[in-house]
């Protein structure tokens, strides 16, 4: 098979309306897919949409949602199916940093949410989006996650549970698809790049040292190829020198 977008492809990315999510978009959309786009803000998607249809002349579908929302995501393999009978492509960008604080100084309504965003957004991802993902020509699914999951760290626990969650439901999903099927399942590390989030976490940090969201996009674009073959695996962007 060649690396070439299939004609008619259909990619749905979450957390389009900035950052690592709407570079991820735009690539796509250069790449030929048709893209799905979800967050919570309106207006973002609006802005991310007006981009792809400069650059490709095809405009997205947006679908504004807040991914707490279970009967939303629950909703969307359906819809899809029924508007365009087929998704090839899944990338869940959206995140949610959550607080950083001691464990002991956690709030129930934050681990909530950020469980929520995370981690049980990603499995409900996964039962809407599986059938379809499954029968397409080349299905790829692609789910963006952390170095704490792997790695934790002081004040970083909402964010480490929720993603080492995520990743416990991924990596099992690819084992239960097996090696043999078309459909390739990863996980994505991007590092530290220059974000809102990461601001948001760090805001003294200095972004100017980071890569941007345009160079996190083209290795996702890279990993949801036709021709990228590996499946079940955590994969990292390299470390920058």
Not at 32 to 37: A, F, P, S, V, W
Not at 73 to 81: F, H, K, V, W, Y
Not at 156 to 167: C, Q
Not at 184 to 196: E, F, H, I, K, S
Request: proline share 7%.
């Amino acid at each position: 098979m060649t690396g070439g977008t299939a004609p008619g492809s259909v990619a749905l990315v979450t957390g389009a309306s900035r950052g690592i999510g709407r570079a991820t978009a735009l690539a796509l959309a250069d790449a030929g897919h048709h893209c799905i786009l979800t967050a919570r803000t309106p207006g973002g998607l609006e802005e991310t949409d007006d981009l792809i249809a400069r650059r490709t002349g095809r405009p997205a579908t947006l679908l504004p949602m807040d991914l707490r929302d279970g009967t939303a995501i629950d909703a969307l393999g359906p819809s899809i199916a029924a508007r365009f009978g087929r998704l090839d492509v899944l990338v869940h960008c959206a995140a949610m940093l959550g607080v950083l604080t001691p464990v002991t100084h956690m709030r129930d309504t934050d681990w909530e949410a950020t469980l929520a965003v995370n981690a049980t957004a990603t499995w409900r991802l996964i039962r809407t989006a599986a059938p379809l993902l499954a029968h397409a020509p080349a299905g790829r699914a692609l789910f963006l996650t952390d170095g704490h999951a792997a790695r934790p760290a002081s004040f970083w626990g909402m964010m480490a549970a929720s993603k080492a969650a995520m990743e416990a439901v991924v990596l099992t999903w690819a084992d239960e698809i097996g090696p043999d099927s078309a459909l390739r399942v990863n996980l994505y590390d991007p590092g530290p790049v220059a974000t809102r989030l990461r601001v948001q976490a760090m805001p003294a940090a200095d972004l100017s040292t980071l890569p941007g969201p345009d160079e996190a996009a083209a290795a996702i674009a890279a990993l949801c190829r036709p021709d990228e073959r590996r499946h079940g695996r955590r994969i990292a962007a390299p470390a920058r020198a």
